[in-house]
Structure formats: structure tokens, C-alpha cells
């Protein structure tokens, strides 16, 4: 028999080592040691680590690449980001959008991030973010998959064409419903607007994923209520809460009603740490909040947290490289999350968590999955994570559509070797005499 690939010798995450993996018509057909047979294409993976691609949870395609324009963000704050994003927005044109989204993908995709959800503003009568995404994502779709979500940005109440632009947008196409309840005038309103959206979601059959308490006030908790609605409506694993970041300065007592309520309605939390760690614990002075949701408590419950991104060089978020390593790198920092287990879940919450909250089909390295991985320059996810590794190889589909050269160092110190060696760490044994 010939494959259309073959790669040999791989590590996977689930930690079997030496493990071939062989491609026909898209697909994975087999996973296991020794297999021997010809392939058109043959990949050493040299005893590297094969993970299923990485997946970008939550971000902002409308938004991206467009850092500087009309200005910078001073204060650094997210309010600030919210204005400026205003005042770019009448200035948009669905070319523009479309031309800096695409330049984005390929980013993407050469980072091995082959599937991203995005938030897409509908705030503006002419939707020309929502038009052009959705033009961009039928673009894209060989080779990453896009899934976007309906983002009353300036508040589905607050903003007066709001709502009727959301539903446009889903009349549209977009697939998700979006929402930001703590940016609605009240506290009454940002109820009101998570029961709305809940109920287009259910009528509808969607899925929902609002930006929720995206502040640093302990009693904004509309995270309740969305909780509360996807009870009522049966929307359970269709619905998503993402930022929680009011979250981190909850009364611990309220928290320890709250998880459990969240775990119950089986909703995904989606905290987006490297934009938070800077938006975030802006008006305090010492100490200063961080604005991060409670990870490690909310993953030993069973939910399903996955990170994302949010912003790349935009009015929110001045850096960024479409790097998902980068952003478990900063989970694994602001959680505390530095055990081994906790890395590796660091690393899921980049992959296969991501993938259950997108709704993915055919995600994972096992036969008659998706023929869609990428190769690291590491051995496994803790290396991964630690070293935010080079992608040597990204599989789409069976095809190799891009790929990258292994870093490496040339060390010009006399007495020194010519090259510096990654070190790994090996647990050593004790003996107690
Ligand atoms: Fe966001």
C-alpha cells in the first residue's frame, strides 16, 4: 500500500514515543510503531512531538494588524481601546478589513493555528467588518478554519442599531452569537441582554459566546446569569463566557457558589491571558490586580477552559504573533500553573479544549481524524510550552503547507562547543541510605 504521507518516528502528546503516522485522502488511516510502507512523501520527525493544531479560541479578525491606526493607545486601558476602535471604525473599508485579515492567516497558519473563532463587530450600520470576514472565512477555508462570532461591541442596548445589526449578521451567516453584558448601561441591562441573546442562541440553534465581566468590578457577575439562562434554555456545551476576569477579584465565598454553577450548565471559559495581564488592574496602584479568572480552580471541577489569543497589534494589544505556545506561556505564568499536569493542561487548553468549545469535527492525531498536525521542535508539551517551539511542519488535510527551519545557534566562544544543545529536564533519583 502507498500513503500519501507518512511521518516517522514521532512523539504525541498523550506521551507514546516512536510512533508513525500514516495519511491517504486527507485523513489519518494509522497510528502506531512500524509501519512500513511507501509514501509519496515521507517526514522524519525524529523523535519530535506531533500535536493536533493549535486552535485560537477568542479573538478580534476585524481588528488585527491595524496597531497605530488612527492612533495609539496611551492609557492602555481596554475603555481606551473601546474608543479608539470607535473612531477607527467609520474609517474601515471591507478591502482594508479583508486585506489585513488575510495577511493575519497566513501568520496563522505558518504558526500552526488552523482554526480561530472571532469576535466581529456589529456596531456599524454598514457591517463591513461582518461582509468582509465572511468573505475571508469562505477564503481561508482549504486551509484554516474560521468561525465568527455576531460582537455587539458598543452594547446590544447600549448601541441604538445594535440588536438589529446582530441579527442581520446572523442572517448573514455568522455563526455565533456574541454579546458583552458588563458594557451595557446597568446591571438590569446587562441581564436583559444575556437573556436576549440566549434566546436568539436557542431559537436559532446556535451557539453563544459572550465577552463577560471583562472588568476588574468583583459584582459584575453576569457570568450568573449566562449560567442561569443556559439552564433554562438547555443550551448546555453550546454556550461560552469569555475574559471572566472580575472573576480574580470575587469574594472567594461567592466563587465557591459560582464554579460549581458554571460546571453545572457545562459552559466553556475562555480567559485570554496575555491581553488581560496588561488591560486589566489599570486603576489600581499596589498591589495591582492581574484579571485573570480562576484556571486552575475551574479546570479541577471538570470545566472546559480554553485560552485565546483575543488581540494581535490592535487598538487593545500592541505585540502578539499569532503564537498560541505564547499565550499558554502566559497562562502558565499568571495561573500559577507551573506543575508538570498543569503545563500539559496549559498545552490542551491550546488544543483539544479549544476544539470541543469551537465544535470541531475530525480534530485529533488518530485514525480517521483529520489529516491536520503540526511538527514541533520539541519533544513534548512541557518543552513546547517552555520553549514556544518552532512549528518544523504544518499538515492540512494530508498536504504539508508550511514549514520551518529547526533553530539553531552557532556559539563562537573558544573552549566552548560549536552549538548550544536544548537541555531537558530529567528527574534525578535519590537514594536515602
Ligand atoms: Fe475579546
Redesign the pocket.
Same mark, same amino acid.
Given at each position: 500500500m502507498t500513503f500519501d504521507l507518512l511521518v516517522k518516528n514521532a512523539n504525541l502528546v498523550d506521551e507514546r514515543t516512536g510512533i508513525d503516522i500514516a495519511v491517504n485522502g486527507g485523513r489519518i488511516v494509522a497510528v502506531e510503531a512500524g509501519i512500513s510502507a511507501e509514501a509519496a512523501r515521507t517526514i522524519d520527525a525524529g523523535g519530535k512531538l506531533v500535536t493536533a493544531p493549535f486552535i485560537d479560541i477568542?479573538? $478580534?479578525m476585524d481588528a488585527t494588524l491595524s496597531l497605530g491606526t488612527p492612533r495609539l493607545n496611551r492609557s492602555g486601558t481596554l475603555l481606551e481601546g473601546i474608543q479608539l476602535w470607535s473612531e477607527l471604525k467609520p474609517l474601515l473599508t471591507k478591502e482594508a478589513v479583508i486585506e489585513r485579515a488575510l495577511r493575519y492567516c497566513d501568520l496563522a497558519v505558518s504558526q500552526g493555528l488552523l482554526a480561530v473563532r472571532s $469576535?466581529v463587530d456589529v456596531c456599524d450600520d454598514r457591517l463591513v467588518g461582518v461582509e468582509a470576514l465572511l468573505e475571508v472565512r469562505d477564503l481561508v477555508k482549504d486551509y484554516l478554519d474560521l468561525q465568527l462570532v455576531a460582537?455587539p461591541q458598543d452594547g446590544l442596548y447600549r448601541s441604538a442599531t445594535a440588536e438589529n445589526n446582530l441579527l442581520r449578521a446572523l442572517d448573514m451567516g455568522v455563526d455565533v452569537v456574541g454579546g458583552i453584558p458588563h458594557f451595557e448601561r446597568t446591571m438590569e441591562d446587562g441581564r436583559l441582554s444575556v437573556r436576549a441573546l440566549c434566546e436568539i442562541a436557542a431559537e436559532r440553534g446556535l451557539m453563544v459566546d459572550l465577552?463577560c465581566d471583562?472588568t476588574d468590578d468583583p459584582l459584575s457577575r453576569h457570568i450568573e446569569t449566562l449560567a442561569y439562562e443556559t439552564q433554562r434554555l438547555g443550551l448546555h456545551g453550546r454556550v461560552a463566557g469569555?475574559?471572566l476576569t472580575s472573576m480574580h477579584s470575587m469574594d472567594n465565598y461567592y466563587v465557591s457558589k459560582l464554579l460549581p454553577l458554571i460546571a453545572e450548565a457545562e459552559i466553556h471559559c475562555i480567559p485570554?491571558p496575555v491581553?488581560n495581564i496588561v488591560l486589566q488592574g489599570r486603576h489600581d496602584t499596589y498591589p495591582k490586580r492581574r484579571g485573570m479568572m480562576r484556571v486552575p480552580e475551574l479546570m479541577a471541577l471538570g470545566v472546559n477552559v480554553a485560552f485565546?489569543q483575543?488581540?494581535c497589534m490592535d487598538p487593545?494589544y500592541p505585540f502578539g504573533n499569532a503564537d498560541m505556545l505564547d499565550v499558554a506561556h502566559m497562562a502558565v505564568h499568571t495561573g500559577h500553573m507551573t506543575s508538570q499536569d498543569a503545563v500539559k493542561a496549559c498545552f490542551r487548553a491550546i488544543t483539544e479544549n479549544a476544539a470541543r468549545a469551537f465544535g470541531l469535527e475530525g480534530y485529533g492525531v488518530s485514525p480517521g481524524c483529520n489529516a491536520d498536525f503540526v511538527l514541533l521542535d520539541a519533544r513534548d508539551a512541557i518543552e513546547a510550552v517552555r520553549l514556544r517551539a518552532s512549528r518544523l511542519a504544518v499538515v492540512r488535510r494530508g498536504k504539508v503547507i508550511a514549514e520551518t527551519s529547526p533553530r539553531s545557534t552557532a556559539l563562537l566562544i573558544e573552549g566552548r562547543p560549536a552549538s548550544v544543545k536544548p537541555w531537558r529536564y530529567a528527574p534525578v533519583e535519590h537514594s536515602v541510605s
Open positions: 477568542h479573538f $478580534h $469576535h460582537f465577552h471583562e469569555s475574559h485570554n491581553a485565546g483575543d488581540s487593545w
